[in-house]
């Protein structure tokens, strides 16, 4: 095998890998709620490399018309990558990937959505991938929940999503692009977490039954710490606008009392 043809290591015998996680390691994530003014809900995820917007509008009208659903709503999902998200320039058309990842976030999220409580109506769900780097499906879903929940969406409960897969003889949780690429297996899950409900599963790739079942087990626990952070997220544009609320509330009966002030002083200066 030539110097170039050998593969490269993707998880070392201590267990490290190549941008310094070990096997059972998250990526960074960070996660932000109401980052779009215009929207009715969104939601940005920067996960590792990843850097994703979801945008939700809805429930509203549906056109064209003739896809409305009479017994609920329909669930429109628009899975984007922009053309400066990869290393080569990716072409703005919708490519055949970008079809099938829009139909599978879809699917991931409809067990979550009361979808009967808004027949005839669509919920557009719009996500653009800024920057790709592994697991953009998973990290789109773990986004678009968060933006649904933003929007005011009726849930049974969050969808969280995080790939586990395998390289080098190892488990590994939440792949990176090269983990991706050059890893021997790949397996994107999406789940609601409360509900212990798997709405995604995909696998690419080979493992042994036992390979298999430690590999769904990493993948859920990966899952239950993202949803921490979604939870946590969520919380906190709540807190932001209690902190406006409150800060409103305490400015507001110092401006009355000025008010008063200004008012007794000038019925004062009426008498003098
Ligand atoms: N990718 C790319 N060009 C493309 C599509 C994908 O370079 O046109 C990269 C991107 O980093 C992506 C990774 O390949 O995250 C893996 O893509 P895959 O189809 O497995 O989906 P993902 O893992 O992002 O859910």
Do not use: W
Not at 154 to 168: F, I, N, Q, S, Y
Not at 212 to 232: D, H, S, T, V
């Amino acid at each position: 095998m030539s110097e170039s043809e050998k593969k490269v290591i993707l998880v070392t015998d201590e267990g490290i890998r190549t941008d310094g996680r070990k096997v059972d390691e998250l990526r960074p994530i960070k996660l932000e709620v109401g980052v779009l003014s215009r929207a009715d809900g969104s939601a940005f995820i920067q996960q590792g490399g990843n850097k994703i917007l979801a945008a939700v509008y809805g429930p509203r009208e549906l056109h064209p018309r003739h896809l409305a659903l009479p017994d609920k709503a329909y669930l429109r999902c628009t899975y984007r990558m922009a053309t400066f998200s990869v290393d080569e320039r990716k072409s703005p058309a919708p490519s055949r990937r970008e079809i099938e990842l829009s139909k599978i976030i879809k699917e991931a999220l409809e067990p979550a959505l009361f979808l009967e409580y808004f027949p005839n109506s669509v919920i557009d769900v719009y996500i653009q991938v800024l920057q790709a780097d592994g697991g953009t499906r998973c990290a789109s879903v773990t986004a678009a929940a968060l933006a649904l929940a933003d929007a005011g969406i009726p849930m049974r409960d969050l969808v969280t999503a995080c790939a586990v897969g395998k390289a080098d003889g190892r488990i590994i949780l939440d792949l990176n692009d090269i983990e991706d690429k050059e890893g021997d297996a790949d397996i994107p899950i999406a789940m609601m977490p409360q509900l212990k409900r798997i709405t995604l599963l995909q696998m690419d790739g080979h493992l042994t039954e036992k390979e298999f079942q430690e590999a769904i087990n990493l993948g859920i626990n990966g899952i239950m710490r993202i949803y921490e952070m979604q939870k946590r997220a969520l919380r906190e544009k709540y807190l932001k606008i209690r902190e406006e609320v409150v800060g409103a509330e305490k400015s507001e009966p110092k401006a009355k009392n000025n008010e008063n002030t200004n008012e007794s002083k000038s019925k004062g200066d009426e008498k003098e």
